[in-house]
């Protein structure tokens, strides 16, 4: 196992992580692991832990670089220290990961009402109207 980050005192490291998963499995359904987790967590935190996921499941998918940094919108340099650092990710864990569904970002296409003025609309202070 590869231990990261600050922690000097390995043991402490354990118990620490421990408590951590120990509250999260106290979570009685996923929407209450979310507000668990969004609440302890800060937004670049949550957003770097997501996003090495997504590359996880974009490498096991064999996707190509450019597609998954088109999907993910991160750099060559994330995708490689991601790799590296799935050499010591447990197999099992990997096919966990690899099983799991991502929800594509939707294409949100706004509806035209034909009753509707669909001129663009002023936006600053001073706009003149027309029509």
Known sequence: MRYI???KDLELRDIQIEYFVDL???C???KELKIFIESI???SELAYISQRLHIIKLVLDDKSYSEIKDSTGT???TINATKI???S???RILK???GCKIKEKANKKKKIDKNENNFIKPHYPGAIKLG
Do not use: A, Q, R, Y
Request: aromatic letters at 0%; zero cysteines; a positive charge.
């Open 5 to 7: 980050g600050l922690h």
């Open 24 to 26: 999260m499995s106290k």
């Open 28 to 30: 009685e359904n996923k």
């Open 41 to 43: 967590m800060s937004p």
């Open 75 to 77: 750099t060559s340099g």
């Open 85 to 87: 650092l799935m050499k």
């Open 89 to 91: 990710v447990n197999k």
């Open 96 to 98: 966990t990961i690899s």
